[in-house]
């Protein structure tokens, strides 16, 4: 071989080290690559947005095996009535380094995220069947994104195939659903003799606590994956309160208002339960209620005058992923680490810019001091730091930070907010976060009533053996391993773990 000779006249190599990195597992793959790049270069690369078959002289690019490559989009004609039609996408690879590579893609809109890999040299073809209610305009306005993954994530995306239809709102969704809790959290799924308790409302009481836990549809397929990896048996908080005239009201993180904007919420008992029975994502819904020592430090006043100050307030994307992740290593299910993290969010950033600055931009930022960076220069300035990214998702959120659209208030934490202005953590309040709780971390809080003779009479009238709390609506029992048990202290919950099925949690992290 003689340097500098033009790149048409080297020859194609047999087999290079690099070629099987993509095709191992990401744990692996990624130590190796991470000697030889810098931790951006290891991320998803974004390398054409395809809309229309004009793009094959546009959307073109090198790629890690194959150094050309293109790409060009045709959109096929509805095959029933009231539907949008399909599309097959064309990826065109060739000249690559060596008889053994292979490049590796995520392919992904708002709508969905498939994936493929090349071992040949030629046109292939992806076929979309039919687009989904507004994906036809997207892709016409900005194309179906194209990454190319350096890492080695075959085996990370085949893994968690079976993630894709706990999304479906179906029954075989509800049924993805539930068979995945039950075999990655080994979960119990019991039927009840009837899923609508018959309850009083006049035995719900300020400052009670509201699980809820759903199984079907969007929601339910994110709850699911929130379950999977913070350990917890419900994927949705709320709290109860009532006014001066003893109207019950329910103050709620994560409303849906009539944009379809998830917002900060204090409504009625009436209207919220409505809501919940004519829900598709199935709710299952139980009331922990206050001990009778907390109820009596329950400052009611003082809780209202911060639930109105929240009301209409948008909800806290900013710390959500942050609040479940306390440590660099020991958060992560089985397949997942802190660089598939990062590769997620490199993706969702380049579908949903608006979305990466609410969920993880600016919350990183915080953890550096810095203001205005993308993910990219948030992992530049941490490698530039000496601080590993996975050391970085880990720092503790602070309740005081106050981000673009003002404190970051996810579900949970405004149910554990209102606790502290209600005094309930007495001279802890200040020594502890809140936004660093999950929902698991709250009903393990030791807040609620443990004396099962001072339940409501018609708490557990339909539920044997009896729970510790009252269930009001589901199919199946909701079960909260390690309910009530855990006395607070200072600087609770910033350095847990939380890894699956057991979800072992030291005392005093």
Not at 206 to 213: E, H, I, T, V, Y
Request: glycine share 6%; net charge negative; aromatic share 12%.
């Amino acid at each position: 071989m003689i340097l500098g000779a033009p790149a048409r006249s080297l020859p194609l190599l047999p087999f290079h080290p690099r070629d099987v990195l993509p095709a191992l597992p990401h744990g692996i793959a990624w130590p190796t690559l991470n000697r030889l790049h810098n931790a951006v270069d290891l991320l998803p690369e974004f390398v054409a947005a395809v809309s229309s078959p004009s793009d094959r002289n546009l959307s073109s690019w090198k790629g890690a095996c194959f150094y050309k490559n293109e790409a060009w989009l045709e959109f096929t004609e509805p095959k029933e009535a009231n539907s949008s039609g399909g599309g097959i996408l064309y990826i065109k690879t060739s000249n690559a380094h060596s008889w053994t590579c292979m490049d590796l893609y995520i392919f992904a809109t708002p709508y969905r995220v498939t994936w493929d890999y090349y071992f040949i040299g030629r046109t292939h073809t992806m076929e979309i069947k039919e687009w989904q209610e507004g994906e036809l305009d997207y892709v016409k306005d900005k194309g179906i994104s194209v990454f190319l993954m350096k890492a080695g994530m075959l085996g990370t995306l085949m893994a968690l195939w079976d993630v894709l239809p706990i999304f479906s709102n179906t029954g075989w969704g509800q049924d993805a659903n539930i068979e995945f809790l039950k075999r990655h959290m080994k979960t119990k799924f019991v039927e009840r003799p009837q899923s609508l308790s018959n309850f009083s409302t006049d035995d719900i009481q300020s400052g009670d606590f509201l699980a809820l836990s759903k199984i079907r549809g969007r929601w339910g397929g994110f709850e699911t994956l929130e379950k999977w990896v913070t350990g917890a048996y419900a994927g949705h908080t709320a709290f109860a309160l009532r006014d001066e005239q003893g109207k019950l009201w329910v103050g709620e993180s994560g409303h849906e208002n009539k944009e379809g904007q998830e917002i900060i919420a204090v409504l009625t008992w009436d209207d919220w339960w409505k809501q919940q029975l004519a829900d598709d994502a199935n709710p299952h819904i139980v009331v922990l209620p206050l001990s009778s020592a907390m109820r009596e430090k329950f400052n009611l006043t003082a809780a209202w005058e911060y639930a109105r100050s929240m009301d209409g307030k948008p909800y806290g994307y900013h710390n959500m992923i942050f609040s479940w992740i306390d440590t660099p290593v020991d958060n992560y299910p089985p397949q997942l680490d802190s660089n598939l993290v990062a590769s997620v969010l490199t993706v969702w950033t380049r579908l949903q810019p608006e979305y990466a600055a609410n969920m993880w931009n600016e919350a990183l930022n915080k953890r550096l001091d810095t203001q205005g960076l993308d993910l990219p220069g948030v992992m530049r300035e941490a490698e530039h730091r000496g601080i590993p990214f996975e050391e970085l998702l880990a720092i503790p959120e602070k309740d005081d930070w106050i981000y673009s659209d003002g404190k970051s208030t996810s579900c949970v934490a405004f149910v554990l907010q209102m606790y502290k202005e209600a005094g309930l953590f007495g001279e802890l309040a200040s020594s502890i976060q809140v936004t660093e709780f999950t929902i698991r971390d709250a009903y393990m809080l030791s807040f609620f009533e443990k004396n099962s003779s001072r339940l409501p009479k018609w708490c557990n009238a339909h539920d044997d053996p009896p729970l510790p709390f009252c269930q009001i609506l589901g199919t199946y029992r909701m079960e909260l391993p390690d309910y009530n048990t855990l006395v607070p202290y200072a600087s609770m919950d910033e350095r847990c773990p939380s890894v699956p099925p057991d979800y072992y949690r030291p005392s005093g992290c």
